[in-house]
């Protein structure tokens, strides 16, 4: 089995759960006040991925010997200005949303998306580089689709606005996953490299699915006001 298929094969055994927030999201009565916090919380996630892949480019870099390391350098090369200003997307949607960008900053993410990224620097500054691309597999791996944006917005009633960044994404991101999938089977990798990319990639479903469930758990009516201040 090639190497891109046997993470996909590990990933689909721990998606359900992930998938199952997905839906209860999408058909939650406060949609139109979680959506706001969803974005938030995506932005907290999205403005680490620049500089994860700068910090894989720069260790791989200095591992000038190992054939992996030169084959992920030229694909971070590559894929690293198709990533950059993503974050600012979210900060505008938010702001057509009535969510001021300096709120969003303001905001602390929370434990889990901290856990969530802050793995990715630990394996790759300790283990290997190569290990991120389990957590790129699922973030580019499985974008929205145009019809449940489509169900999104039509239940929250906000405007187009508020969904370019899901709807580029949901047009990028399958070009995004047929690269990796492509550098994937490209690499000479060992045992404990492949252990380490499906380590990275369940673990970041899981610690996915916890922030999705704090996310759906967090109470909006009627004692906290929504984020953008709207009823």
Same mark, same amino acid.
């Given at each position: 089995?090639v190497q891109?298929r046997r993470?996909?094969?590990? &990933? *689909?055994?721990?998606l359900?759960?992930l998938?199952a927030t #997905?839906?209860? %999201?999408?058909g939650? =009565?406060?949609?139109?006040?979680l959506?706001?916090?969803y974005?938030?919380?995506?932005h ?7 500089p994860?892949?700068?910090?894989a480019l720069?260790?791989?870099r200095?591992?000038?010997?190992d054939p992996?390391a030169?084959l992920l350098?030229d694909?971070l090369?590559?894929?690293?200005p198709?990533e950059?200003?993503?974050?600012v997307?979210l &900060? *505008?949607?938010?702001?057509?949303l009535?969510?001021?960008? #300096?709120r969003v %900053?303001g905001?602390v =993410?929370?434990?889990?998306i901290?856990?969530?990224?802050g793995?990715q ?14 957590y790129?597999?699922?973030l580019?791996?499985?974008?929205p689709?145009p019809?449940d944006i489509d ?12 969904f370019r960044?899901?709807?580029?994404h ?6 995004h996953r047929?690269?990796?999938? #492509?550098l994937l ?8 490299q ?6 990275s990639?369940i673990?970041?479903?899981e610690?996915l ?6 996310l759906?758990g ?14």
């Amino acid at each position: 089995m090639v190497q891109s298929r046997r993470l996909r094969g590990k &990933l *689909e055994l721990v998606l359900p759960a992930l998938l199952a927030t #997905d839906r209860r %999201l999408l058909g939650h =009565p406060e949609l139109r006040e979680l959506y706001p916090e969803y974005l938030v919380m995506m932005h907290g996630i999205i403005r680490a991925s620049v500089p994860l892949m700068e910090t894989a480019l720069a260790t791989a870099r200095s591992l000038r010997d190992d054939p992996v390391a030169v084959l992920l350098t030229d694909y971070l090369e590559h894929h690293i200005p198709e990533e950059r200003g993503h974050d600012v997307w979210l &900060l *505008e949607d938010l702001e057509s949303l009535g969510v001021p960008r #300096d709120r969003v %900053l303001g905001r602390v =993410p929370s434990v889990t998306i901290a856990a969530l990224v802050g793995a990715q620097y630990y394996w790759m500054q300790h283990v290997h580089p190569v290990g991120l691309l389990g957590y790129m597999a699922l973030l580019e791996g499985y974008p929205p689709s145009p019809q449940d944006i489509d169900r999104v917005q039509a239940a929250t009633g906000y405007g187009p606005a508020a969904f370019r960044t899901l709807r580029l994404h949901a047009d990028l991101d399958p070009h995004h996953r047929n690269d990796l999938a #492509d550098l994937l089977d490209s690499l000479p990798l060992t045992e404990q490299q492949r252990t380490l990319i499906g380590l990275s990639a369940i673990t970041s479903v899981e610690l996915l699915t916890q922030a999705h469930e704090e996310l759906l758990g967090t109470s909006l009516r009627p004692q906290n006001a929504p984020l953008d201040g709207r009823r």
